[in-house]
């Protein structure tokens, strides 16, 4: 332990490297060709420290992972299009914008493996969901709020229609990453989930 250094410092350190070695070793070979001893011997820990911070073991470094993940990626949308609300863009325009850049970021090869591909099949559809909620149905419902307070938007429910078009954003990508031809079925997301959004406009 170095100077300074507490118990916690160092647990928290501990837990930081091993979600970032098995973050590199499933982004890099998937969930399946991954064993524990890999990513103990990359973090540089013992397997007891792993189970002490996960004790579920690889399934639970998982879910932290794609938690990690889609915690970077919503955190990346939102910090390119939500300053251009204050810039007073219509907020359909930012909407569009964030949709554009998701179906973009949903081309990095990592982020399909470990979101679209690995999270999915191993944890289970309910948890898959609700994490990828916490993180982005906030910046949906928010755009949502400032396109009908703006006036640029029909006063519709924002709550169920956030969930919604969050459903829609997430088969998108999921239809992307499933496909032979990703570009195309990126412009073609691109331009379906454009017309839900010009159908939102008064």
């Known amino acids: 332990m170095e100077a300074g250094e507490t118990r916690s410092d160092r647990s928290d350190a501990t837990r930081a490297e091993l979600i970032a070695s098995a973050r ?24 007891g420290a792993l189970y002490h911070h996960f004790p579920g073991g690889k399934k639970d470094l998982m879910e932290a992972v794609y938690e990690q993940v889609e915690a970077e990626f919503t955190a990346s ?11 007073g863009a219509d907020p359909l325009a930012v909407m569009e914008a964030a949709i554009r850049a998701t179906l973009e970021a949903s081309l990095d ?35 949502l709020a400032a396109a009908v307070e703006s006036g640029s938007m ?25 496909s032979e031809d990703q ?8 331009e379906s989930l454009g017309a ?7």
């Open 77 to 87: 949308i939102a910090d390119q299009v939500l300053p251009d609300l204050t810039d």
């Open 196 to 202: 839900l959004v010009d159908g939102l406009r008064r």
């Open 183 to 190: 570009e195309k079925a990126k412009a073609e997301a691109a």
């Open 154 to 178: 029909k006063e519709l429910p924002t709550d169920p229609l956030s969930h919604l078009l969050m459903a829609s954003l997430s088969e998108a990508i999921l239809m992307i990453a499933r």
């Open 109 to 143: 090869p990592e982020l399909q493996q470990i979101v679209l591909i690995d999270s999915l099949s191993v944890l289970v559809w309910t948890r898959w969901r609700k994490i990828a909620d916490d993180h982005s149905l906030s910046v949906v419902k928010a755009l």
């Open 24 to 47: 590199r070793l499933f982004g890099a070979n998937g969930y399946a060709a991954v064993s524990l001893s890999q990513i103990v011997e990359a973090a540089g820990v013992t397997k």
